[in-house]
């Protein structure tokens, strides 16, 4: 015997298969609808707009534009869809030389969309046509900068860690940068300053960079520089020298007490084995007129060589006539 629950079952089967088959014969229409929208689509002429961007070559640092010269060129261009979708897949790109109209010291460059089909149409398939240039015409008016070398100054407060000393100066690399401006402005400045550095415990050598600091209406080039220090650990080396006279008269002698200076000076750890006694001298210089003491002169050319202390600092002398 049938039930009633047993018929409502199978008629909702019934009504799911049904369903399920308008559902896949309604999808293999619209797929194929889309199929035949794209292909007429692809092989239909339209229009498409495409941004070109554009790099200008053959102009100095010293030009200087009252505007901003555009950075890409829109194009409204027509074909067929194959041909479109090809052309906004590639990396078009067009050079622009500004040689021949920055002839004087100042002017004006004038470029029209129209100087620039033909070019801009080879970067393009042989079918495709440009319907549109825009904007259609590249124009700013423009004036060289007179440009004048100077010195980088190093503004820093550096201080070496205990036991350590700092050697030499700053090093700056580029040592020297390219100022741009009117006459009167460059002929004012001497030289060119860096941002304000503080470093503190330097051990060994140390490099950053560091943003040069350009003056109001004056253009740097670069703009940065890398800076480096050299620090190195010190110590102590002491000789014992005996001092001599000089400028003593003929006929004269001029005894000194004590006749020998005690020399304590700061040498580099890497550098200790080079400096020798030899390498300094002390003296005492005959007075002009008469004096309690003379002082001691200490004289040396080792370029390893830095805070130098001696013992005493002057004599007391006898002149025998």
């Excluded at 021949?100 to 010291?105: I, M």
């Excluded at 080039?221 to 220090?229: D, H, I, K, L, N």
Aim: neutral net charge; aromatic residues 8%; proline residues 6%.
């Amino acid at each position: 015997m049938i039930s009633w629950q047993n018929i409502r079952k199978q008629a909702k089967q019934v009504w799911l298969w049904l369903l399920r088959k308008d559902l896949l014969i309604f999808g293999l229409f619209v797929g194929l609808a889309f199929i035949f929208w794209w292909g007429h689509a692809m092989s239909s002429p339209r229009d498409v707009d495409v941004r070109i961007p554009i790099t200008y070559i053959g102009a100095t640092e010293q030009v200087v534009f009252a505007h901003e010269l555009p950075e890409t060129l829109t194009l409204t261009v027509r074909d067929h869809g194959r041909q479109l979708r090809q052309i906004t897949r590639q990396n078009l790109h067009l050079n622009v030389n500004l040689t021949p109209y920055l002839s004087t010291k100042e002017g004006t460059v004038t470029i029209s969309a129209e100087v620039l089909r033909p070019r801009l149409q080879d970067l393009l398939p042989g079918s495709t046509t440009i319907q549109r240039i825009e904007p259609e015409i590249i124009e700013s008016a423009y004036y060289l900068q007179q440009t004048k070398t100077v010195p980088i100054v190093v503004c820093a407060s550096v201080s070496a860690a205990p036991q350590h000393h700092i050697i030499g100066d700053a090093q700056t690399m580029p040592d020297s940068a390219e100022i741009f401006g009117s006459q009167q402005q460059i002929d004012s400045i001497s030289s060119i300053l860096t941002d304000s550095i503080h470093i503190s415990n330097l051990r060994d050598s140390m490099r950053m960079t560091a943003s040069l600091i350009a003056p109001d209406g004056i253009r740097v080039s670069p703009s940065a520089v890398q800076v480096t220090w050299h620090a190195e650990q010190f110590t102590e080396k002491s000789f014992t020298l005996p001092i001599r006279a000089l400028n003593v008269p003929a006929g004269n002698q001029m005894r000194l007490f004590p006749q020998q200076v005690e020399v304590t000076v700061r040498v580099s750890i890497s550098h200790f084995s080079d400096v020798k006694e030899s390498d300094f001298q002390a003296i005492c210089r005959f007075p002009a007129q008469q004096c309690d003491a003379l002082p001691i002169e200490l004289t040396t050319t080792n370029p390893y060589i830095y805070n130098i202390r001696i013992s005493p600092s002057s004599v007391e002398y006898m002149i025998q006539y």
